[in-house]
T-cell receptor, first 113, second 110 residues
């Protein structure tokens, strides 16, 4: 039982490049989330997917797109990376049966030059 | 914008002392949760308290909730060097989203 996994762990991009961050969970959770964490800002919600087939914007969605590929996988895409998107990105999931504990992945550290 | 605001922003204590961290929030909640984050890692859930509960314990953790003041506190008793981490409060309202505060950095000196 791996929990929530994210790839890659580290990534360096040049301004204007695109990339997709991958996230998968093996806990049969319905809801999945993407956050970014910046120094002094805490965690801010980018997008979330309450269930397979649905996605919704969070607090800071601009510059990002998401795909809920199936129940297990939720990807985050940066179409044209900007230096302001330098951050640590966390994926998380939760069971909608309890809406209790949210499980987090280990994070992706992204630098945009 | 953040719902939860933790206080203090940073806390440094000696091993064996108790650590108290506070969280205030603005709107009504279903539950409030505390998470820990070790350096370079993801967040790990510590404890949850529902809006109709006032106090909860889990091992060396005690969390209280005062809905009239819209505040919560997390107490870690008999702290250890391994408790050094960042601690976040998070609130869940009527929707499926958790809203996190900015976090408290706890340093426990051996």
């Amino acid at each position: 039982n791996a929990g929530v996994t994210q790839t890659p762990k580290f990534q360096v991009l040049k301004t204007g490049q695109s990339m997709t961050l991958q996230c998968a969970q093996d806990m049969n959770h319905n809801s999945m989330y993407w956050y970014r964490q910046d120094p002094g800002m805490g965690l801010r919600l980018i997008y979330y997917s309450a269930s397979e087939g649905t996605t919704d914007k969070g607090e800071v969605p601009n510059g990002y797109n998401v795909s809920r590929l199936n129940k297990r996988e939720f990807s985050l895409r940066l179409e044209s990376a900007a230096p302001s998107q330098t951050s640590v990105y966390f994926c998380a999931s939760i069971s909608t049966l309890s809406y209790n504990e949210q499980f987090f992945g280990p994070g992706t550290r992204l630098t945009v030059l | 914008s953040q719902q939860g605001e933790e206080d203090p922003q940073a806390l440094s204590i000696q091993e064996g002392e108790n650590a108290t961290m506070n969280c205030s929030y603005k709107t009504s909640i279903n539950n409030l949760q505390w998470y820990r984050q070790n350096s370079g890692r993801g967040l790990v859930h510590l404890i949850l308290i529902r809006s109709n509960e006032r106090e909860k314990h889990s091992g060396r953790l005690r969390v209280t909730l005062d809905t009239s003041k819209k505040s919560s506190s997390l107490l870690i008793t008999a702290s250890r060097a391994a408790d050094t981490a960042s601690y976040f409060c998070a609130t869940r309202g009527a929707n499926s989203k958790l809203t996190f505060g900015k976090g408290i950095t706890l340093s426990v000196r051996p």
